[in-house]
């Protein structure tokens, strides 16, 4: 039975939380300026990057087929460009190694690089976003980790359940949670994913919705890093402004 969302408490919501510098930021697209703009932060953040990190945009129509994209790199944020209306981009940015030292401190290089490294991961941030979809969902391109949505969540208002399903290279992931709106309330998690990789969430905001998932898994015999974590967003707006004003 699919799960009901519910809250957990703070030290859990702590525990289940990477080192801001590390691995706790995502990416993931939204309107800027009237563009179809990469953000990358935690939480409110919406921090520079070198646009070089996003390795791949890929987008589809409402029929499921491909409808190409542009990546425009700026100097410090970049700008995705697609060829018509898509129905649904996904994201994936590349944010490199990140080792915290002996000290605690943390640097942006793999574990073969820093003498005195304690733990390194190297952290991939993936992003769904639904850009122009209406009634049912199309294929959407695979992801490593990624929030699905199984059902249409454009044009419902907050408050309006939602099931999602977490896949982790391409199957479901059972006992992960989603943070509800990561944006503005990231303490706010659902229950955990069931044996399907489901779980029942309510819509937070009637705007921009940013929901995320968090997975990692060790690396065996890996100079450069302990582990690869990932951290993937679902992106949406629920219920579009109006551009009559």
Known sequence: MLKQIMAVSGALALALSL????????????????????VYGHGAGDDAYDPARIVEAVAVGEDGAPVAVNVDKREKSAVLKPDGEPAAIALTFDNG????????????????????????????????????????????????????????PVGRKAGDPIRLRVLHDGKPLAGA??????????????????ADGEVVV???????????????MPLENDPKADKIGYTATLSFVAEAHSHDD
């Open 97 to 152: 190694y990140w080792t915290e030292k002996t000290d605690g401190k943390w640097v942006n290089e793999p574990k073969d690089k820093v003498a005195d490294a304690k733990e390194t991961g190297h952290y991939i941030k993936n992003n769904l976003a639904l850009i122009h979809v209406h009634g049912a969902l199309p294929a959407f391109p695979r992801q490593d980790l990624q929030i699905v949505p199984l059902d249409n």
């Open 177 to 194: 949670v989603v943070t509800l709106d990561y944006v503005n309330q990231a303490s706010l998690k659902s229950a955990p994913t069931d």
């Open 19 to 38: 080192p801001a510098t590390a691995g706790a930021h995502g990416a993931w697209v939204a309107e800027r300026w009237g563009e179809l703009g990469v």
């Open 202 to 216: 309510a819509i937070r905001n009637d705007g921009l919705n940013v929901l995320s998932v968090d997975h990692s």
